[in-house]
């Protein structure tokens, strides 16, 4: 069993292979429901409380899937780095670095692979008045950081830009049959192989679809 922890782009692995996810609450107990968990938050010691006892609850030596970011590059850095006078660079190492020191710690309990964040369909919404110049950089800095600290960490790092970019994401709307469920979530159909093929297990048939906050009633067997 692969544990996820993470914002709501985990919700589509259990979705989509429940036999081989499961994910752990964090912001609402007895739910599925991650919402807008930041990786500012996670790094911050006083407010990550919730999520260290959440993994509390997953045996030692368990794989676990860490997934946070995305809401930060997309909503919060742009804005924050107009209103302070720094480059997005800055702002992404800001949060960074206290982020990746939280899970470096489960790396002597766990086997820890973390997935990096992706663009998506609502980045071209411009969310907040961000500009999706400053988001594409936001995401694509947090990637090449989060990369470069597992090559040195040992962690498993899961690339999902790859098949967005391959699906032209950008061209096309979201809904079935498209890499998007919704405006901001990879369908399960595809965001389950790439983490399957990253961990080095088997991809077989998939054929699921399925947003986050949606329906999904075709599991990957």
């Known amino acids: 069993m692969i544990y996820c922890i993470g914002d709501s782009h985990i919700?589509?692995?259990q979705r989509g292979r429940p036999?081989?996810?499961?994910?752990?609450?964090?912001?609402?107990?007895?739910t599925i429901c991650y919402r807008s968990i930041t990786a500012f938050s996670v790094g911050r010691e006083t407010e990550c409380g919730f999520v260290?006892?959440?993994?509390?609850?997953?045996?030692?030596?368990?794989?676990?899937?860490i997934s946070f970011?995305?809401?930060d590059c997309r909503h919060y850095v742009p804005r924050t780095a107009v209103e302070k006078g720094r480059t997005i660079e800055e702002e992404v190492d800001d949060i960074f670095g206290p982020y990746a020191l939280q899970f470096a710690k489960l790396l002597f309990e766990y086997k820890v692979a973390v997935m990096s964040p992706y663009c998506c369909p609502e980045d071209?919404?411009?969310?907040d008045g961000n500009?999706?110049?400053d988001i594409w950089l936001a995401k694509n800095h947090f990637t090449s950081r989060l990369k470069d600290y597992c090559e040195l960490s040992g962690a498993t790092f899961i690339g999902t830009n790859g098949v967005v970019a391959a699906n032209s994401w950008d061209l096309q709307p979201y809904g079935d049959g498209q890499p998007?469920?919704?405006?901001?979530?990879?369908?399960?159909?595809?965001?389950?192989?790439?983490?399957?093929?990253?961990?080095?297990?088997n991809v077989k048939a998939v054929a699921t679809e399925g947003a986050a906050g949606g329906s999904n009633e075709d599991a990957i067997k």
Do not use: Y
């Open 19 to 30: 036999d081989l996810f499961t994910t752990i609450a964090l912001d609402t107990p007895g």
């Open 180 to 201: 998007f469920g919704d405006s901001s979530h990879l369908a399960s159909k595809f965001v389950v192989p790439i983490v399957m093929e990253s961990l080095g297990m």
């Open 69 to 71: 970011g995305e809401i």
């Open 11 to 13: 919700i589509n692995l």
């Open 131 to 133: 500009k999706f110049a």
């Open 52 to 65: 260290c006892q959440s993994i509390q609850q997953i045996p030692k030596g368990s794989q676990l899937l």
């Open 124 to 127: 071209h919404a411009q969310p």
